[in-house]
């Protein structure tokens, strides 16, 4: 248990949400910050503010996943889980089938990833792999929060999935000249997001990408 006199944690505020799913929430948020004693899952700045920094930044994204198109959601990089552990969690409610599929190289991140999997009932796979190394991969959505530069994640969609309808990323302040940059040698329909939770960030959904030929 967290020991309230040392640490102070910030409510998580989503609407339309039950109270299951919210204790839920709470709960990982808790495992999140005790394994994080152990391994690094994320900055210890950010452990008083984990709810609005990270559970709520990752909850978010449920806009561009709870579409009746979307059925697996592919986290590459997935540390934590975050945002997918989350969106699992919401998405119990709301639709059955949802898959969530992870790849995470490390060995100990992967084990907490089980964990989470097991102790909140969803229905995912973990990789302890390196995604690089992966060939002919499925998926209706890629996710992921801080993994790598868009260019390199767009190779991977491109080289290592085979078929993905999408791809949700988060940008930072730089992101307009990030997405501006990219479409010199990609084509791709764009649905930008503000970020709910900074204002400086946004997240987009990646759609009909294809590489330009020079």
């Given at each position: 248990m967290i020991d309230?006199?040392?640490i102070k944690i910030d409510k998580i505020e989503i609407p339309n949400v039950s109270r299951e799913t919210l204790?839920?929430?709470?709960?990982?948020?808790?495992?999140?910050?005790?394994?994080n004693?152990?391994?690094?899952?994320?900055?210890?700045s950010t452990e008083n503010s984990i709810n609005t920094r990270h559970i709520c930044d990752s909850a978010q994204t449920i806009e561009f996943i709870n579409k009746n198109d979307i059925k697996v959601c592919t986290d590459l990089?997935?540390?934590a889980g975050l945002p997918s552990i989350v969106l699992g969690i919401l998405m119990k409610s709301k639709k059955q089938g949802f898959k969530l599929i992870f790849y995470e190289k490390s060995y100990h991140k992967s084990n907490f990833l089980k964990e989470m999997v097991e102790k909140f009932k969803l229905?995912?796979?973990i990789h302890q792999k390196n995604i690089f190394e992966e060939k002919n991969l499925v998926t209706d959505v890629i996710i992921c929060r801080a993994f790598k530069p868009l260019p390199?994640?767009?190779e991977i969609a491109t080289k290592n999935f085979k078929k993905f309808k999408y791809i949700v990323v988060y940008l930072g302040r730089s992101g307009k000249k990030i997405l501006k940059d990219v479409s010199k040698k990609w084509k791709f329909d764009l649905e930008e997001m503000k970020s709910l939770?900074?204002?400086?960030s946004s997240v987009v959904k990646i759609s009909n990408l294809k590489k330009?030929?020079?």
């Amino acid at each position: 248990m967290i020991d309230s006199k040392i640490i102070k944690i910030d409510k998580i505020e989503i609407p339309n949400v039950s109270r299951e799913t919210l204790r839920e929430l709470e709960d990982y948020s808790k495992s999140i910050i005790n394994t994080n004693r152990k391994i690094n899952l994320i900055s210890s700045s950010t452990e008083n503010s984990i709810n609005t920094r990270h559970i709520c930044d990752s909850a978010q994204t449920i806009e561009f996943i709870n579409k009746n198109d979307i059925k697996v959601c592919t986290d590459l990089g997935s540390g934590a889980g975050l945002p997918s552990i989350v969106l699992g969690i919401l998405m119990k409610s709301k639709k059955q089938g949802f898959k969530l599929i992870f790849y995470e190289k490390s060995y100990h991140k992967s084990n907490f990833l089980k964990e989470m999997v097991e102790k909140f009932k969803l229905e995912a796979r973990i990789h302890q792999k390196n995604i690089f190394e992966e060939k002919n991969l499925v998926t209706d959505v890629i996710i992921c929060r801080a993994f790598k530069p868009l260019p390199v994640i767009f190779e991977i969609a491109t080289k290592n999935f085979k078929k993905f309808k999408y791809i949700v990323v988060y940008l930072g302040r730089s992101g307009k000249k990030i997405l501006k940059d990219v479409s010199k040698k990609w084509k791709f329909d764009l649905e930008e997001m503000k970020s709910l939770t900074s204002n400086e960030s946004s997240v987009v959904k990646i759609s009909n990408l294809k590489k330009k030929y020079e």
